[in-house]
């Protein structure tokens, strides 16, 4: 009798211990869902289907392989040939050109030499290409593109060229292409790196302007490297009276040295520098001296201050960077318009009469000088809303910089 009580007891005890582990393995209050045969099925394709997906790593077009990232993990390389079929998302051929480091795609079967019959582009990721409007928070696993918020995973991966990097690599003016699944990022391919600068003997256009390209204008602060888009551009500094240009070409990585004492030549260098305007009784001054508007003056290579004062005009004040042997600067001025901003304070309900835009343009031309050779340019200057104004007189660059 006791020996079939202690059996009853101890089958309890074991009915008990199960039924509280199972309800250990549940949430609180958590709903149960069933997932029927055919949920489950798809669920089983798709991910059978990602399973089959690689990140191309490298495509070795001597040795024709392709060696690929599992998105799971793993490395595989396999062989193609001119059978293979490179394939769009679509299913429609298209140029092997297309499959590149960073691209996801699925490998079809290996025939029996062991060559991949068809490498096509996934569709199941999305691609971005052309991706300028960026920002990357690594601490806390954040891309950003415009307004969107992406996740960057522990599979996400960056390529510029045919290297892998990390995302600390990426610079604010590279160009990316890149990859995603729902809301997290695949790959990021660098489609338009960048390099740097490195500037050296300095001192005679230390607190002077640079000028790189079209659009890149920057304050120079001793030796220092600028980080610049890959590319080749005409590099201009001038200050007190010395000055030149030379053709700088910036790969991808890579740190172009530019000594600027091969740049400063013989000196003082001087411009030749006509200002014009149409605008009867306007007063302009350089440097705090009033000139007559339509004379040849000679200046100084380097930055100067440029005034402009007319009657029923808006009034500006900006510097003027010379570095060319010569230079026809056209000024044109807005007309003050206090009747149509009355209105349009009105109308916003505003009573701030004090409001001004500083408004004004400059057509130049001029030649520029290095140590072999001289030029002509015709630039258009805006310089609308800016506390501060470059204009430059070199030859195919923008003659506007807007300054913090």
Known sequence: MQTRRKKRSLLLLGLFLVLFLTACGKKENEPFTYRGASEK?????????????????????????????GEKGGLIRCSYNLGTR????????????????GQVVRLGERNEKSVVTSVQLSDTVWNYEDVTNYSIDQERGVFTIGDSNYRITN??????????????????????????RDKDIVSVMVTTGHGYIQLVNTTLFQDSMICIGNRIFTMITGDMRIEVPEGTYNLTVANNGYGGTQQVTVVRNETAVVDLDQLKGAGPKLCKLTLQTDIAGAAVYIDGKQINV??????????????????????????LVVNSESATISLDMEEEQEEQE??????????????QTNTGSSNSSGGTRNNSSTGSSDTKTDLSDTEVDYLTTISNMLTKMLAD
């Open 342 to 355: 009355e209105t349009t304070q009105q109308q916003n309900g505003s009573d701030n009469s004090n409001t």
């Open 294 to 319: 339509g004379e040849v003056l000679e200046v100084t290579y380097g930055a100067h201050r440029l005034s402009v004062i007319a009657e029923g005009y808006e009034s500006w004040e900006k510097t």
């Open 41 to 69: 099925k798809e669920e089983e394709e798709v991910s059978t289907e990602r399973e089959t997906e690689y990140i191309i790593k490298e495509v070795n077009m001597t040795e024709e392989t392709i060696t690929a990232l």
């Open 155 to 180: 599979q996400s991966v960056v390529f510029s060229g045919d290297q892998q990097v990390n995302f600390g690599d990426l610079g604010q003016d590279d160009t990316l292409h890149v990859v995603g």
């Open 86 to 101: 490179f394939l769009d998302k679509y299913g429609n051929s298209c140029s092997s050109a297309h499959f590149t480091p």
